[in-house]
């Protein structure tokens, strides 16, 4: 684990040092977008326009940032358009690893490349920041669109439904704005909620994380147990945004992230309504259970220090989630 520094990788692990023991997550850097015309999205530079076989997925199947990514290219019919290598998911001293000698991991499709830093300094030698999962890249301009997974899967919610046709609307124009504080919520307490928990190096720092946390899941439980989905009846962002949280919850954030108070088993609602998206079509595939426990247990040495993966629960997200229109 470490970062880019004038292109040159130093290896060190998060510095809570000044902030109380907190962790602080930095802001993505590259945020251009994919368009339909290749006009410029709400930030960065234009000329990215979308096409069949220009634009490259490098993900991990254990990240919850870049599975929100794999998930709207399945829903999105992208699967033809877009390809993707998966890093090995072990994250050690030189980062994000595109090493294929793992289940699972395919190395770099493209290039080659040893490791995703080579990926980041290939578009930007003198680069300075983290290496993170997912990175969206461009072979023809052999550039990085984004490495922001909320911007995206928006532009895979709409950028290329013409070459697609698939119409499959998962940011609706008339619940953007009450989807707004939603995301906010899940991000602040759950998605970056579990991480806040489990990187916290005080006493302090985890408390101020960990009773939000379970706020916000006690929150959805309610809203869960009087509408099917978290705006009401259609499925949208804001449930697959908090998905890739819940489905690693009982395997991952539960013990090694300490988020103990409960499993997400315990809470009826939101266990039927995990299944249920576990069990859309084409999502099954996009969890590797497997990639998310090794990642997590075997990469964290100052969670974990001697790697040891443990047995973990059984889960059965393929049991029946009788979650049919009538029932939520
Ligand atoms: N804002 C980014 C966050 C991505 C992110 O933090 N990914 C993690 C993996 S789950 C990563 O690559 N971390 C490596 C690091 O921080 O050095 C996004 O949502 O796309």
């Not at 954030?253 to 576990?278: M, Q, S, T």
Request: net charge negative; hydrophobic share 35%; with cysteine.
């Amino acid at each position: 684990m470490g970062l880019l520094v004038d292109g040159e990788w130093r290896d060190q692990w998060y510095d809570t040092s000044k902030t109380g023991g907190a962790f602080k997550r930095t802001e993505a850097k590259f945020r251009n977008w994919i368009t339909a015309d290749g006009s410029p999205g709400p930030s960065g530079e234009g000329g990215f326009e979308a096409e069949a076989d220009r634009y490259h997925l490098y993900v991990s199947y254990a990240c919850p940032w870049a599975h929100r990514t794999l998930i709207f290219r399945t829903l999105k019919g992208l699967e033809d358009l877009i390809g993707v290598s998966v890093v090995h998911p072990d994250m050690l001293h030189d980062g994000w690893s595109l090493d294929p000698d793992y289940p699972g991991a395919t190395g770099d499709q493209l290039y080659g490349l040893a490791f995703a830093r080579d990926v980041y300094l290939k578009a930007e030698p003198t680069m300075s920041g983290r290496v993170t999962v997912p990175i969206l890249w461009d072979r023809k301009r052999e550039a990085i669109v984004s490495n922001e997974s909320s911007e995206i899967i928006r532009m895979f919610n709409s950028a290329f439904d013409g070459l697609t046709g698939n119409q499959n609307d998962l940011w609706p124009e008339h619940l953007r704005e009450a989807i707004e504080p939603v995301n906010a919520r899940i991000y602040d307490t759950l998605n970056n909620g579990v991480y806040k928990a489990g990187f916290a190096t005080t006493q302090t720092a985890y408390d101020a994380a960990i009773v939000p946390l379970f706020d916000t899941l006690d929150w959805l439980e309610d809203r869960l147990s009087q509408q099917r989905y978290l705006m009401g009846d259609i499925i949208t962002e804001a449930d697959w945004r908090l998905f890739t949280t819940l489905v690693r919850f009982d395997a991952v954030y539960h013990g090694h992230f300490k988020c103990n108070r409960a499993r997400i088993v315990d809470y009826p609602n939101l266990w039927g309504y995990l299944r249920e998206l576990y069990q859309w079509p084409g999502i099954k595939a996009t969890v590797n259970m497997d990639h998310i426990r090794r990642h997590y247990h075997y990469s964290h040495e100052s969670i974990n220090p001697h790697r040891i993966v443990s047995i973990g629960p059984n889960l059965d997200f393929e049991a029946p989630h009788g979650r049919d229109a009538t029932s939520a």
